[in-house]
């Protein structure tokens, strides 16, 4: 069961992913629906509350960076907090931390290489939240 929950989520983040890199946008089609799938398996699992916590934090702190910078972070990247939010938020507060502040650095990082090549080109964030949500729940979970 374990296996095809991860599997899941690896096909889902890897849609996600390579549809922002592609139209530099999340549909809703994508991240809702996963969001709430998450946050049913983790309270079916006994993790609903913290799932949640995960979900409506990250999930806000991005709002409150997106009405700020609205440039900057997307409303699809809102969203998709909720979704890895709950994943990360469910698997603990150390994973959910290594995964909030795993994200902007990864998307930093990506600036910075691509700013060199391009300075007209943009990074897209969705791909670095689900980046550092793998990885941070993978350190728990393997």
Known sequence: ???????????????LAGYDVRHRRLPNVLTLPGAVVLLAVAGSCGRGLPALA???????????????????????DVKLALGVGALTGALGVDVWLLAALGAPVLTALLAVVVALRDRT???PHGPSMCVASLAAAALVMF
Do not use: D, K, N
């Open 1 to 15: 069961m374990r296996a095809l929950a991860v599997g899941v989520v690896l096909v889902w983040s890897a849609a």
């Open 54 to 76: 995960g979900a409506g934090s990250l999930a806000g702190l991005y709002l409150v960076v997106h009405l700020a910078i609205p440039a900057g972070l997307g409303a699809g």
């Open 121 to 123: 080109a943009t990074v």
